[in-house]
Structures are given as structure tokens and as C-alpha cells.
Antibody
Framework: EVQLVESGGDLIQPGGSLRLSCSAS????????MHWVRQAPGKGLEYVSA????????YYTDSVRGRFTVSRDNSKNTLYLQMSSLRTEDTAVYFC??????????WGQGTLVTVSS | IVMTQSPATLSVSPGERATLSCRAS??????LAWFQQKPGQAPRLLLN???ARATGIPARFSGSGSGTEFTLTISSLQSEDFAVYYC?????????FGPGTKVEIK
């Protein structure tokens, strides 16, 4: 069974940093591109970042570029999202998603990041 | 690419047909997916390529369209289908979602 499990979400003050992790199992992680998508409380879905299978290409939405860094460790089947200079508007549930070129499937259960003083 | 969805809320009785619309601000070809999300859960992929059902998705879900206009049809609503539905384009980065259509019980 393909499974994605996010962790690392926390309550953090504005300006702080946090690293999210996504542990993958049930598929060949090293051949799969991966995405991060977030959802603010009671709001819709927003793409945050993407990374190619071998990590040589990364993509960011404008609102996080320069503050967030996506990376992966294929030896550990783990995806990361390093977040810095966090803002209150970054408060959201962060989902990691497996991407096969035309399908965002499956999704992890999400991890909640709350940015507040 | 800005995605819009209509209506924002759709009130439907069980067993009825539901038709949801999605529009892109520019052509996305057929690079369009539909997701279902229930409260407290992650989104679930229903369709990609505008009309191809994902694994395990019942045949009552169907999609159509290309370019800028797309439709998701649920032929006969079951109790488990009441949820929020999002369309998503993956033709251009950043991939973008519509704001969602909430399908509620009438």
C-alpha cells in the first residue's frame, strides 16, 4: 500500500523556522516526483512546492520562494520542506503528494503548521 | 492560471444528478484533475486528464471538457458523495486549484 506520512508541524512564532518531513512507503520513492500542497483553516488548496525524482529540479509558488526549500533523501524515502521567515499567512495543513506526471495521488494525512505569537 | 468553479454550493437530493463546472483563465488542454475532500480528510483524486477515473473511483463520476471549460458529473448522488470538490490544472507551474464546490444534501 502506498503511504505518505507527514510530520513536523508545530506552533511557531512569526519569523521562525520549521522543517516538515514526509515519510514514503509502498512505492519506489526515488523515481517519483513529489509535491507539497497546503490548506489554510477553512480555505481551499494551494500548491507550495515540487521536486523532481532525483531532486535536481525544484519549483515554488511565488509566496514562498526564497523562504521555503524543498529537498529529499531518496536513501531514506523522505521528503522535506524547510520553512523559514514564517508568516501568519503560512498557517495551514501541509500535505505531501506523490506526482506521476499526471496524477497527484495519493496524499498524506497532513501536518498542521500554526504561525502565531 | 486562475481556476474558477461554479456554483460555490450545490444542494442536491440523494439519487439526483450533480453537475459541477470549472473554468480556466487560459487553456490547460486536458491537464485537469478533480478531487473530492471530506471534512478532516486529505483530498482524494477522482479524475485526471479531464475524464479518466482514478483507480477505485465509481463509474457514477465522469468528467468532460478541454481547453478552458470542464465539467464533473455525478450521475446519482450517494450519501458518501456529499463533500467539497476541487478542480486543478497541471498544465503550467504553479499548478492551481479552483476554490471548490460544496455539494450538500438538499
Amino acid at each position: 500500500e502506498v503511504q505518505l506520512v507527514e510530520s513536523g508541524g508545530d506552533l511557531i512564532q512569526p519569523g521562525g523556522s520549521l522543517r516538515l518531513s514526509c515519510s514514503a512507503s509502498g512505492f519506489t520513492f526515488s523515481t517519483s516526483a513529489m509535491h507539497w500542497v497546503r490548506q489554510a483553516p477553512g480555505k481551499g488548496l494551494e500548491y507550495v512546492s515540487a521536486i523532481s525524482a532525483n531532486g535536481d529540479r525544484t519549483y515554488y509558488t511565488d509566496s514562498v520562494r526564497g523562504r521555503f526549500t524543498v529537498s529529499r533523501d531518496n536513501s531514506k524515502n523522505t521528503l522535506y520542506l524547510q520553512m523559514s521567515s514564517l508568516r501568519t499567512e503560512d498557517t495551514a495543513v501541509y500535505f505531501c503528494v506523490k506526482w506521476d506526471g499526471s496524477s497527484a495521488d495519493p496524499w498524506g494525512q497532513g501536518t498542521l503548521v500554526t504561525v502565531s505569537s | 492560471i486562475v481556476m474558477t468553479q461554479s456554483p460555490a454550493t450545490l444542494s442536491v437530493s440523494p439519487g439526483e444528478r450533480a453537475t459541477l463546472s470549472c473554468r480556466a483563465s487560459q487553456s490547460v488542454s486536458s491537464n485537469l484533475a478533480w478531487f473530492q475532500q471530506k471534512p478532516g480528510q486529505a483530498p482524494r483524486l477522482l479524475l485526471n486528464g479531464a475524464s479518466a477515473r482514478a483507480t477505485g473511483i465509481p463509474a457514477r463520476f465522469s468528467g468532460s471538457g478541454s481547453g478552458t471549460e470542464f465539467t464533473l458529473t455525478i450521475s446519482s448522488l450517494q450519501s458518501e458523495d456529499f463533500a467539497v470538490y476541487y478542480c486543478q490544472q497541471y498544465n503550467n507551474w504553479p499548478f492551481t486549484f479552483g476554490p471548490g464546490t460544496k455539494v450538500e444534501i438538499k
